[in-house]
Structures are given as structure tokens and as C-alpha cells.
């Protein structure tokens, strides 16, 4: 199936709802990003927060995050506790919680025991690499 790219002109549907758009008055602020969708789709565009934060459960989720929360948690408790600085359990024991909350985020009732077994291995191998990637252990 071919792709086609929305462009900012008259007569096209930018926003999704199968109408053409309406060009943009004079001062009015540009769009946020373009899309691609496919010809013919309903998709909408994601709804945005105009709220900014930090961290959020989401971001959280994502690799770099978690082992930047992870390493950094073990910075400022040992520098909290010195016998934290050097203790290498902190950092492990954070990872698997930081991986124990991520996997109890993702249960739905309507997984199977496999699925949630499977999901289990797959967050403690995860929060083993999250452990490696804080002690700067690469593959």
C-alpha cells in the first residue's frame, strides 16, 4: 500500500476526520508536526497535554529513563548514606523494582498465565540489563 505525505495546503485533511482543512488564518500557530497516514485513513492524531513535566509513567518505561533513574537514585542516596556509594546491591535492588513495577503496569485481565509468565522472564531479564547498563557493563 502506498504512503502519501499531508502537506500544509488548502483542501487537505490534516487532522484525520475526513474532511478537507480550512487554510490557516494570518498569525495563527503553525502545526505541531505532520503526519503520514495511508489514503483512505481515519486515524487521529494523538491529543497532546499542554501540561510539561519531568518524568511520567510513560518515559519511565523506556530504557534510557529507567537506567538514568536507576543511576541516578544510587548517586544521591550514596551521597545521602555513603555506605550506598559503594554498595552494588542498591542499584540491583533498584532495577528489579523499577522492572517489578514496569511488568505490574502492563498486566491486563485478559492475559493468560502464559503471557503473564512470559512477561515475568522478559522484566526480570530486563531489569538485569538495566542493572549492567547502570555498572557500565556492556555486552
Same mark, same amino acid.
Given at each position: 500500500?502506498?504512503?502519501? #505525505?499531508? !502537506?500544509?495546503?488548502?483542501?487537505?485533511?490534516?487532522?484525520?476526520?475526513?474532511?478537507?482543512? $480550512? &487554510?490557516?488564518?494570518?498569525?495563527? &500557530?503553525?502545526?505541531?508536526?505532520?503526519? !503520514?497516514?495511508?489514503?483512505?485513513?481515519?486515524? $487521529?492524531?494523538?491529543?497532546?497535554?499542554? /501540561?510539561? !513535566?519531568?518524568?511520567? &509513567?510513560?518515559? +519511565?518505561?523506556? =530504557?534510557? !529513563?529507567? #537506567?538514568?533513574? /536507576? =543511576?541516578?537514585?544510587?548517586? %544521591? =542516596?550514596?551521597?545521602? @548514606?555513603?555506605?550506598?556509594?559503594?554498595?552494588?546491591? @542498591?542499584?540491583?535492588?533498584? #532495577?528489579?523494582? +523499577?522492572?517489578? /513495577? +514496569?511488568?505490574?503496569?502492563?498486566?491486563? &485481565? $485478559?492475559?493468560?498465565?502464559?503471557?503473564?509468565?512470559?512477561?515475568?522472564? %522478559?522484566?526480570?531479564?530486563?531489569? %538485569?540489563?538495566?542493572?549492567?547498563? /547502570? @555498572?557500565?557493563?556492556?555486552?
Amino acid at each position: 500500500m502506498r504512503l502519501k #505525505s499531508l !502537506v500544509m495546503a488548502e483542501g487537505r485533511d490534516l487532522d484525520g476526520d475526513g474532511k478537507p482543512d $480550512k &487554510p490557516a488564518a494570518a498569525g495563527a &500557530p503553525a502545526p505541531r508536526a505532520l503526519r !503520514v497516514v495511508a489514503p483512505g485513513s481515519t486515524a $487521529k492524531a494523538p491529543a497532546t497535554s499542554g /501540561v510539561g !513535566v519531568f518524568i511520567t &509513567p510513560q518515559s +519511565i518505561m523506556t =530504557f534510557p !529513563v529507567a #537506567s538514568g533513574a /536507576v =543511576f541516578a537514585t544510587w548517586k %544521591v =542516596f550514596g551521597t545521602i @548514606f555513603p555506605a550506598i556509594a559503594t554498595n552494588k546491591a @542498591f542499584p540491583l535492588a533498584t #532495577s528489579f523494582l +523499577i522492572g517489578g /513495577v +514496569i511488568f505490574y503496569g502492563s498486566l491486563t &485481565p $485478559k492475559m493468560t498465565n502464559r503471557d503473564k509468565a512470559i512477561g515475568f522472564l %522478559v522484566a526480570l531479564l530486563n531489569s %538485569v540489563y538495566l542493572t549492567a547498563s /547502570v @555498572f557500565g557493563i556492556s555486552p
